[in-house]
């Protein structure tokens, strides 16, 4: 099993920016691929930004590139979202999900790939 726990989310104003954090415990960290995806009220869930086990790859949605950067610091077991220049459109509940290293690049876009998930943490930008 592996525990997931985001945090740093919060309310800023448009055009600022927040650090997310995704703390993982349980197993080994580095073993796992990371993803961010978000929800926002009434909508299905979205692809953020992936990151590979050991951070040699990297992939974004194309509403966030250029302004969200994905990390993870595998020393610390922690995986980060930096979200710059966020828009109204942005706010959302954003999950942080680990998957097993091994399966192919692309599926990691999927949510239904991810094994495991976090409880989320509340992203709110006002305009």
Do not use: H
Request: net charge positive; hydrophobic share 35%.
């Amino acid at each position: 099993q592996v525990q997931l726990v985001e945090s740093g989310g919060g309310l800023v104003q448009a055009g600022g920016s927040l650090r997310l954090s995704c703390a993982a415990s349980g197993r080994t960290f580095s073993d796992y691929a990371m993803g961010w995806f978000r929800q926002a009220p009434e909508k299905e869930r979205e692809f953020v930004a992936v990151i590979s086990w050991n951070g040699g790859m990297t992939s974004y949605a194309d509403s966030v590139k250029g302004r969200f950067t994905i990390s993870r610091d595998n020393a610390k077991n922690t995986g980060y979202l930096q979200m710059n220049s966020l828009r109204s459109e942005d706010t959302a509940v954003y999950y942080c999900a680990s998957k097993l290293r091994g399966v192919n690049w692309l599926s990691l876009k999927q949510g239904v790939t991810y094994e495991y998930w976090g409880q989320g943490t509340q992203v709110t930008v006002s305009s």
